[in-house]
C-alpha cells in the first residue's frame, strides 16, 4: 500500500525525471519504509517525504524544461527557428491535486511545529578519508606486535562508498544509515573551508550522531577518568538510554557474557563474577583500571532506573579465551591475533543483524583511520553501516609543551565536528596523544569525524588498580604469569592511584640494554577456536 501511494505521488514530477530518478527514488522508499519502526517514525516518513515534494517539484519543472528540435526549421525571414516537440507542463487533473496535496501536507507541517517538534539539523556530506594514523606506542607484548602487523594489511584495504543515489534537486544527495535518511547540502570544496568550528554539548551531539548514523564508534584512551566520568553519565542520560539499544565495549571478555547479561539487567549476582569480564581481557597487558568497573555499574544503573521500559544490554567485544586454560604463548596466541576480526563479528550479530542502534567502543587505535579506514570500520560498512566516529583530544598540537589557547574558550564536555575547521586542520598526531607523539602530515579530520574534549591535557588523569588488590594477591600473581607469557618479563606494581593520561615523554636512558622480546607464536596465525559456552 505504502509503495503505491509513493508511486502516485512521484508521478507529480516531470517525466524525464521519473525516467532518470524514479527506479532510484522507490529503491530509498523501500529501504528507509523497511527500517523505520513505529508510529512516529512512520509518522516522520510521510512528513519528510511530503515537504520534499513540496520543495523540490516546482524545482524540477524549471529545471527539466521541455527537449527542443535537433534541426532549425527556417522562417519566412530567414532567421532560425527551433519547434518544441512534447509538452512537459502538467495536465489540469494532475496541477489540481498537487494544489490538494499542498493544503494538506501544509496542516501537517502547521500541526507539527505547533507542537515542538525538532527539526533535524542539514549536514555537508563527507566522503570516507584516505589517510592513515598511526598512535603512540606503549609497552606491547609480541603477540601484539605480531597482531599489528595484519592489522595494518587489513587497513590497506580500499573503503567501500556508501551507496547514494542522485537526489532530486542538483547540489543535495541522500543516505540511508540504519534506518535514518536526511537530505544533506553538499557543498562546493571551497565553501568546506570554514575556520569556526561547532562546539556542541558532548550528551546532546552523541545522541544526535547515534540518531543520524545508527552506530557511533568511540575511540577511548585506556584508563582516563574524565572519559568514563562523562561515559557514566551518558549512559543515565533518559535520552540515550531510552536510543541506544546495546554498548559493545572491548573491555570485557566474551566468555562472561551470561553473567554480565544478569548483572546488567539487575539481578543480584556475585560482583567478583562479573568482575572477571574486565579483569580476565586476552587484549590486556598489566592491571586493568578500575574505570571499567565504573561503567558496567553505570549501565546496570541505568536500566534499573528505567525499570520496565527500554533497557540498555553490554555486548562484550574481547575474545573468549579462558585464562584457567591458557598455559603459554601458543595457546594464547589465536584470540590475541583475531581481536578486531571478533569484535567485528560480534557487531555483526548483536547489532546489525537486529537492526539495532549502538555505541561502539574500543581503544582508539583500533577505530582511527589508517591509510583509508581502519579495519573494524571497513568491515562494519562493507556489512550496510554507516558509522561516525568520535575520538578522545586534547589541546596539545605540536611538542609536548604547545598547547593551544584557543581551546580554553569551549564549554566541556564538548564533542566537535572536524570537517572544514581550524580543529580538524590541526596535525592529528600530537592531538590524540596528548603531545607525546610529534606532528606528521596526518590532519586530524582524516582520522575521524570528530573530537570528545573534556580538559586541558594536563587536567586528565588515569586511574589505575589499588596496589592492595595486587601486591601479595593471586590476581596479582596471575598477572604476573600472564606478562612473562605474553613479553618474556615480569611486571612491578608501583603506579600510583591516578596519575596523569599523559606524563611527558622520557628519552631512554643512554647504554641501557634493550629488552629482546621472545618471537611471536606459531599460533597467531590459527583462527580463533570453537566457542564456549558462556559462564
Avoid at 548514523?213 to 585506556?222: L, T
Wanted: charged fraction near 20%; hydrophobic fraction near 40%; include cysteine.
Amino acid at each position: 500500500m505504502c509503495e503505491r501511494v509513493y508511486a502516485m505521488l512521484l508521478r507529480f514530477y516531470p517525466c524525464r525525471f521519473r525516467a532518470e530518478y524514479g527506479d532510484e527514488a522507490m529503491l530509498l522508499f523501500r529501504e528507509r519504509v523497511r527500517h523505520e519502526r513505529g508510529f512516529m517514525a512512520k509518522l516522520q516518513l510521510w512528513i519528510d517525504i511530503f515537504a520534499d515534494l513540496l520543495i523540490s517539484i516546482p524545482h524540477q519543472y524549471g529545471r527539466f524544461e521541455a527537449p527542443l528540435a535537433c534541426s532549425p526549421a527556417e522562417r519566412v525571414d530567414g532567421a532560425p527557428e527551433f519547434r518544441v516537440l512534447s509538452s512537459g507542463v502538467p495536465g489540469p487533473g494532475a496541477l489540481l491535486s498537487g494544489c490538494l496535496l499542498s493544503l494538506v501536507a501544509f496542516g501537517v507541517l502547521f500541526l507539527w511545529v505547533a507542537h515542538g517538534r525538532n527539526y533535524r539539523e542539514l549536514h555537508t556530506w563527507q566522503g570516507p578519508t584516505k589517510h592513515s594514523l598511526h598512535l603512540r606506542t606503549i609497552a606491547r607484548s609480541p603477540l601484539q606486535e605480531a597482531t599489528e602487523g595484519g592489522m595494518r594489511l587489513a587497513a590497506q584495504w580500499k573503503p567501500a562508498h556508501l551507496v547514494l543515489a542522485k537526489s532530486a534537486t542538483p547540489g543535495m544527495a541522500m543516505r540511508i544509515g540504519n534506518g535514518q535518511s536526511a537530505l544533506q547540502s553538499v557543498q562546493p570544496p571551497a565553501e568546506q573551508q570554514s575556520s569556526a568550528p561547532l562546539v556542541q554539548d558532548a550528551t546532546a551531539a552523541m545522541i544526535q550522531a547515534i540518531q543520524k548514523h545508527g552506530i557511533v564508534m568511540f575511540g577511548e584512551s585506556h584508563g582516563g577518568k574524565q572519559e568514563y566520568e562523562w561515559l557514566c553519565k551518558l549512559v543515565n542520560d533518559p535520552q540515550f538510554a531510552a536510543l541506544v539499544d546495546d554498548i559493545v565495549v572491548e573491555f570485557g571478555n566474551s566468555l562472561y557474557q551470561k553473567s554480565v547479561d544478569r548483572y546488567i539487567a539487575g539481578e543480584d549476582i556475585p560482583i567478583e563474577q562479573v568482575e572477571k569480564a574486565w579483569r580476565n581481557m586476552v587484549g590486556s597487558f598489566g592491571p586493568p583500571s578500575p574505570v571499567y568497573g565504573w561503567f558496567y555499574k553505570a549501565v546496570r544503573d541505568s536500566n534499573l532506573k528505567h525499570h520496565g521500559t527500554h533497557k540498555i544490554r553490554l555486548v562484550l567485544g574481547d575474545p573468549y579465551g579462558d585464562w584457567d586454560k591458557i598455559k603459554d604463548a601458543e595457546d594464547l596466541g589465536p584470540y590475541v591475533a583475531n581481536r578486531e576480526q571478533w569484535y567485528v563479528q560480534v557487531v555483526k550479530d548483536e547489532v546489525l543483524a537486529k537492526k539495532h542502534r549502538a555505541l561502539l567502543i574500543m581503544g582508539e587505535g583500533h577505530f582511527l583511520r589508517r591509510p583509508g579506514q581502519g579495519y573494524v570500520e571497513h568491515e562494519l560498512r562493507a556489512g550496510g553501516a554507516d558509522p561516525y566516529l568520535i575520538v578522545l583530544g586534547t589541546n596539545a598540537v605540536g611538542g609536548y609543551d604547545q598547547l593551544d589557547p584557543r581551546f580554553d574558550s569551549w564549554a566541556v564536555p564538548a564533542i566537535v565536528p572536524l570537517a572544514g575547521n581550524w580543529v580538524g586542520a590541526l596535525p592529528a598526531m600530537p592531538v590524540v596523544t596528548g603531545g607525546m607523539a610529534p606532528p606528521s602530515p596526518l590532519k586530524l579530520a582524516d582520522a575521524a569525524d570528530a573530537i570528545l574534549y573534556l580538559a586541558s591535557r594536563d587536567a586528565l588523569t588515569e586511574v589505575h588498580m589499588p596496589l592492595s588488590e595486587l601486591v601479595g594477591t593471586a590476581y596479582g600473581d596471575e598477572l604476573v604469569r600472564r606478562a612473562r607469557m605474553q613479553s618474556g618479563r615480569t611486571i612491578e606494581f608501583t603506579q600510583p592511584p591516578e596519575d596523569a593520561q599523559f606524563p611527558r615523554p622520557h628519552p631512554q636512558a643512554g647504554g641501557a640494554a634493550p629488552h629482546t622480546l621472545p618471537p611471536p607464536p606459531k599460533s597467531i596465525h590459527d583462527p580463533l577456536p570453537p566457542r564456549p559456552p558462556s559462564q
